[in-house]
């Protein structure tokens, strides 16, 4: 009798360990596939061009879409993607012999993943002619880039009828073999659950397949609408405001205690805060790691405290600039070379599209920082007060900032010097093709033939391109306005071309 | 009435058989139905003709489909019937002796079945006469200058497409043509394979339709292909709203011998890539192998074999006096891009890229490669085991390379877009070039070097009319025939100096 409890016992107790030993190697192989973070990689870390550009920042674990999904998806969806060449039609700036494109991060995190840092909105691309390789420029503007048709392929693709694990797994079998237990799990975890999360987003992203509302077109995004239903998670209201991708060198000329405010339109206190802020829209979430995120903001904010400023890279007339100098300080320091540069300029002043600032509110600024708060992290943040109008800017490389205002509506330095009236009004946005007699990127046909290329491939291919490539941009639209900033608009042709001239040694 | 003992030990014996006849059948089921062996070659050479790269695993056809598909779609096959059971060759495949299979396609049992498909032989392998009467003789390494790729893809794609592409046809086909199918490969094994075949056809189909749907005057020929609309293809562009210009970039099939001394070098015609091994790779797609299939130890043999295989000697008689006369003009002229002679590459611009506004031959096979598309293959072969295997090398250039000129009397029409039929036209400008010759004929042309291209049809075969300029003599795109002219490129020589350079690049 006892002895048959007690080998029933023995039994019992094998079984458990049995099960036991089970759970903990079943466990070990669920940590090791799913959430095992191998972190990044050395040749990334130890080079900070390297670290702003590849660097991941933590937003894999949200944020962060199955590697192999992400290198199938311009295989299985041309037709989703504007043009050939798979993300890069989409603007994003690609290096030869990178694996991902700039401001593209690949983590191991149990399973490659994919996700994005600051670089993808912020390097610059510029070419002297269309045969030219564009030459890339951190911390400057990403104005090729089409973030909202990005935002929308992530969601159109999972929306798809071919985002299924048949279509994907096909498409995968063909340029990898992820040996059986990956196999598995890609086709009943990783597929189905990316296809929900990317779901997810479609209510939050309603506003950016209203018809309604003009195109960001190439270079600009919605910020303060993206922190609004993302942030915060405010609804949808009828509100529109794309801006300009802004520059992010040289990050050190902010001083908050003289007085300066950060974002176009004034709504953030300090870099400190801008960066962060950006940031976790990036990681889309709480981040997973304080001191990590932290750790990266902390790093972020010395890059691009220090970052220089381009300098202009064609021929400058010494001359011509000189001349042009005396007339910016007449017509322009007191703005943009004074005490009153990085402040708040109430928008009847200058007479700009103000939608950019009724996208935002002051109920906003104070819900969003409390967002923050609860992720435990410390910050200036948000201005919680009404916005008055648009920051007076600093002008460090402007030559590469076009196109101009906050919202992007006038293509050259040159036209923003004309009254409205004879500004462009329509014109093509994200070619990257300079144009060093106006200042700023090639946007129309006539533009194109203005700029006179000695070769007649040349020209035949930059008038072709500039249209087939370039965002139409109407300033009739909302949120599109060229009006207002009308400094200097009086002043002759001659003087107009000197300021110009100027502006290029900023 | 009950059963006795001997009635039972009949019952085990039938059980004990029928277990063994499950087991067998399994195992047999088993080893037949995951094998992958490829017919393997002990010659170097014959590998190259024959041996599998690997890509059997992915793009394989049956062995029986790909020997019947020629009569189930006749049609589409128009001269095949000239060749009988060599019915590829009315696409310009070669068939040696009394095999079954033409040079370039390999064989592989997987899957239960024998599968071929194409191998690097396939465009880089042709053949040479000396006269019309004369046995072609088989040259491996020089440019498949008879092939004609497209015709051979659109043959595949237009059969698949065909009601008669079901295995209610090809079955009896193959049963009729001695394939003695057993019960088994009949009834599931073949009417399986049938289906997926087409599937893949029709899949391929769909994406390389932008290259082959362009019409008439966008005809590759035979010799010629559009080398980086594969890897567009590959990466499946969206190419509907591609302008033109960028759309084009047919070119002649290269030679691949002598790849030891061209490490380094700017690689593909317009010099894309330096780096040989990711060169290869990249050209292994053409023959199916991709990461996961591409058989590496097979395809390092090969790569092993061309670093040092040479192109075979001028076999016809060259006029020795003529050719000296030739060797300090060459130094002149020559050397500095081409390399001191057919062997030694050394030169100062040699492997380098010329740009396009210097070397001003046709653009469009540059203007072709977008800055898009290297960026795109950088991520071709990631994942890998081995991370030294992903592209990194592929750029963005803006001209054409300079070659070295082995075996150079063997890769004729000239220039890159296979333009210019003989050397000796090439020394002439543009205005004296011709504007339209014959492509796919292997007759020698020994006097201007080159082959013979101003016969519409020889040997019951009709040749392909390759134009490479309108009625008002302006160029076609991608087919132009203008550049590496004016004095510097020697267009000015005396006609003398002229021939006796071409009777000196004979011995190269």
């Excluded at chain 1, 460090?396 to 919202?407: E, Q, S, T, V």
């Excluded at chain 2, 400008?429 to 007759?443: E, K, L, Q, T």
Aim: with cysteine.
């Amino acid at each position: 009798m006892y002895e048959d409890i007690s080998r029933k016992k023995r039994k019992l107790t094998a079984v458990l360990l049995l099960v036991l030993v089970l759970g903990i190697a079943g466990a070990a192989v669920g940590w090791y596939k799913f959430f095992r973070d191998e972190g990044i990689p050395e040749w990334i870390t130890k080079d900070p061009d390297m670290r702003f550009k590849y660097g991941s920042i933590g937003a894999e674990h949200e944020a962060g879409i199955p590697y192999w999904i992400w290198y199938v998806i311009p295989r299985v969806f041309p037709d989703k993607f504007p043009g050939s060449g798979g993300y890069a039609s989409l603007g994003v700036l690609w290096e030869e012999g990178q694996e991902m494109p700039i401001g593209f991060t690949k983590r191991v995190i149990g399973f490659p993943r994919v996700a994005n840092t600051c670089a993808s909105c912020h390097t610059a691309s510029y070419r002297a002619k269309p045969s030219d390789k564009p030459t890339f420029v951190l911390t400057g503007p990403n104005h090729t880039l089409d973030l909202q048709a990005f935002f929308r392929l992530l969601v159109d693709v999972a929306k798809d009828p071919r985002f299924n694990p048949d279509v994907l797994m096909g498409e995968i079998r063909l340029v990898a073999d992820l040996g059986w237990l990956d196999k598995l799990l890609y086709r009943y975890l990783i597929i189905p659950i990316t296809k929900k999360r990317l779901l997810e987003r479609e209510p939050q992203f309603a506003w950016i397949y209203r018809r309604d509302f003009p195109e960001w077109g190439r270079g600009r995004d919605d910020a303060m609408n993206l922190t609004k239903y993302f942030m915060i998670k405010e609804p949808m209201d009828d509100s529109i405001g794309p801006t300009d991708m802004p520059s992010v060198w040289n990050l050190q000329k902010y001083k908050p205690e003289k007085g300066h405010f950060m974002n176009l339109a004034g709504d953030s206190h300090d870099a400190r805060s801008v960066v962060m802020d950006s940031a976790l829209g990036v990681v889309g979430a709480r981040p997973k790691s304080r001191t990590e995120f932290l750790g990266h903001v902390d790093w972020f904010l010395d890059y691009l405290g220090q970052y220089p400023a381009p300098k202009y890279p064609f021929p400058i007339d010494p001359m011509k600039a000189a001349a042009g100098k005396a007339l910016f300080n007449q017509a322009c320091a007191k703005c943009h070379a004074s005490e009153r540069t990085g402040t708040r300029v109430p928008v009847e002043e200058v007479g700009t599209d103000r939608e950019r600032l009724d996208t935002w509110s002051k109920e906003a600024a104070i819900k969003a920082n409390q967002v923050v708060r609860d992720f435990g992290l410390e910050r200036k943040g948000l201005v919680e007060e009404p916005l008055i109008g648009y920051v007076a800017s600093f002008l460090d490389g402007i030559w590469l900032r076009a196109p101009y205002l906050h919202n992007g509506s006038v293509p050259t330095l040159r036209d923003l010097l004309e009254p409205v009236e004879k500004r462009p009004t329509v014109f093509f946005r994200g070619y990257d093709v300079y144009n060093p007699v106006k200042v700023g990127f090639v946007t129309t046909r006539q533009e194109a033939d203005q700029l006179g290329l000695p070769d007649e491939h040349e020209r035949a291919k930059l008038r072709e391109d500039v249209q087939r490539l370039g965002a139409r941009y109407d300033v009739s639209q909302r949120a599109s306005g060229n009006q207002g900033h009308t400094f200097g608009t009086d002043l002759p042709e001659k003087e107009k071309d000197a300021l110009v001239e100027y502006l290029k040694t900023l | 009435m009950s059963a006795g003992p001997g009635w039972r030990a009949g019952w085990k014996l039938v059980l004990f058989l029928a277990l063994v006849a499950v087991i067998y059948t399994g195992v047999s089921l088993v080893v037949r139905f995951t094998q992958d062996e490829p017919v393997r070659y002990d010659d170097d050479e014959e590998h190259f003709k024959y041996g599998s790269l690997g890509g059997e695993r992915e793009a394989g056809f049956p062995y029986w489909v790909w020997k019947v598909l020629p009569k189930v779609c006749a049609d589409h096959l128009p001269g095949g019937a000239r060749y009988p059971n060599r019915e590829y060759a009315a696409l310009g495949f070669l068939y040696e002796g009394e095999r079954d299979l033409p040079v370039g396609v390999s064989k592989r049992r997987h899957l239960g079945i024998d599968r071929v498909f194409l191998n690097c032989a396939a465009c880089h392998a042709s053949t040479v006469r000396e006269t019309p009467m004369s046995v072609p003789l088989v040259y491996t390494g020089m440019p498949a200058h008879r092939l004609d790729l497209m015709a051979f893809e659109r043959f595949l794609f237009d059969c698949a497409k065909d009601a008669r592409f079901t295995p209610d046809l090809i079955i009896p086909a193959i049963q009729e043509a001695g394939g003695e199918l057993g019960l088994l490969d009949q009834f599931v094994v073949y009417p399986m394979a049938v289906h997926l075949m087409r599937a893949r056809l029709v899949m391929l189909d769909r994406r390389f339709a932008f290259m082959l749907d362009k019409g008439p005057e966008r005809e590759w020929g035979p010799g010629r292909v559009d080398t980086f609309a594969f890897a567009k293809a590959l990466l499946n562009f969206r190419m509907d709203n591609v302008p033109e210009r960028e759309n084009i970039g047919v070119v002649d099939f290269p030679s691949i011998w002598l790849q030891e001394p061209r490490k380094g070098m700017h690689l593909h015609w317009d010099g894309n890539n330096t780096s040989m091994e990711e060169r290869n790779r990249s050209a292994a797609f053409g023959s199916g192998a991709t990461p996961p299939t591409l058989d590496r130890i097979a395809m390092k043999r090969v790569e092993q074999w061309l670093l040092a295989r040479a192109p075979p000697a001028y076999p016809f008689s060259i006029d020795r006096t003529l050719a000296a006369k030739g060797a300090p003009i060459y130094r002149k002229w020559c050397s500095g891009c081409h390399g001191a002679s057919g062997r030694d590459f050394s030169g100062q611009a040699v492997g380098t890229v010329v740009p396009i506004a210097g070397i001003r031959t046709d653009r469009y096979r540059l203007d072709s490669y977008t800055y898009e598309l290297p960026v795109n293959q950088n991520l071709l072969y990631a994942g890998t085991d081995d991370p030294t295997e992903r592209f990194s090398h592929f750029r963005k250039t803006n001209g054409y390379a300079n070659l070295p000129l082995d075996g150079i009397w063997l890769r004729a029409p000239y220039l890159h877009n296979g333009s210019v039929p003989t050397l000796r036209d090439l020394l002439e400008p543009r205005s004296r070039r011709p504007a339209r010759f014959f492509r796919g004929n292997d007759v020698y042309d020994q006097r201007k070097v080159g082959f013979v291209h101003t016969e519409a049809e020889g040997n019951g075969q009709s040749y392909f009319l390759f134009n490479t300029a309108d009625d008002k003599d302006r160029s076609l795109p991608g087919n132009g025939r203008e550049g590496h002219e004016g004095a510097a490129y020697g267009a000015d020589l005396p006609a003398d100096d002229k021939w006796a350079l071409v009777e000196y690049l004979k011995t190269f």
